[in-house]
């Protein structure tokens, strides 16, 4: 079972900031915060990941609260290309698997 | 780089025919991933390997399924016989060995089962 709770769908205008949450209470010290993001059609792609710190790369930034009990994937300008299944995942780095939950539907409006 | 590649993209055939589906991992990865995308139960992992060698079949549904790695370079995924509930997306994936790697998906096969 998936570890992790995110809203079902979310709209966000073109050229605004697209904050996706995502809680996972249960969340172990050892485990990290990885977000991948499924184009209608395509394969999931890996976005970005992180353990406490905040974390930001091309794609995406990635804000963890202290108590690690949640975290907001932002994608700082979203454009229509952005229109996906964004998956939030707890996982270990003693994980090859990856359980994916329902994730956030996200629509970019134009 | 070419990515991961699967073939074929789609295939439709009938119940209780044989079905195999392919995929060729980035070379040099060497975990390999079967997942089954439905709409009703979302993205299952079915089974994976590490250095061609199956670690957790858990997911494979039943044995009308089997998977195959032969090389590093080539694995099969085989439903025999199929059914319709086998309709939906295989995805393959890659990635180098160890926990947290990050994980490289082909385009998918779409099955449809009549």
């Known amino acids: 079972d998936a570890k992790t709770t995110q809203p079902t769908s979310m709209d966000c205008a073109e050229g605004r900031a697209a904050n996706l949450p995502c809680n996972h209470s249960?969340?172990?010290?050892?485990?990290?915060v990885y977000w991948y993001r499924q184009i209608h059609s395509q394969g999931p792609q890996y976005i970005i990941h992180?353990?406490?710190n905040n974390e930001t790369n091309e794609m995406a930034s990635l804000i963890i609260t202290e108590d690690r009990k949640s975290s907001t994937l932002i994608l700082p300008h979203a454009t229509l290309r952005d229109t996906a299944v964004y998956y939030c995942?707890?996982?270990?780095?003693?994980?090859?698997?990856?359980?994916f939950g329902k994730g956030t539907r996200l629509h970019i409006l134009p | 780089d070419a990515g991961v590649i699967q073939s074929p993209r789609h295939e439709v055939t009938e119940m209780g025919q044989e079905v195999t589906l392919r995929c060729k991992p980035i070379?040099?990865?060497?975990?390999l991933f079967w997942y089954r995308q439905t709409m009703m139960r979302g993205l299952e992992l079915l089974i994976y390997?590490?250095?061609?060698?199956?670690?957790?079949d858990s997911g494979m549904p039943e044995d009308r399924f089997s998977a195959k790695m032969p090389n590093a370079s080539f694995s099969t995924l085989k439903i025999q016989p199929s059914e319709p509930r086998d309709s939906a997306v295989y995805f393959c994936?890659?990635?180098?060995?160890?926990?947290?790697?990050?994980?490289?998906f082909g385009p998918g096969t779409r099955l449809t089962v009549l």
């Open positions: 994936a890659s990635s180098f060995y160890g926990g947290g790697n990050e994980q490289f």
């Open positions: 992180g353990l406490k």
């Open positions: 070379s040099g990865h060497n975990s």
């Open positions: 390997f590490n250095n061609n060698v199956p670690i957790d």
């Open positions: 249960t969340i172990s010290g050892n485990e990290y």
């Open positions: 995942i707890v996982r270990s780095l003693r994980d090859d698997k990856i359980i």
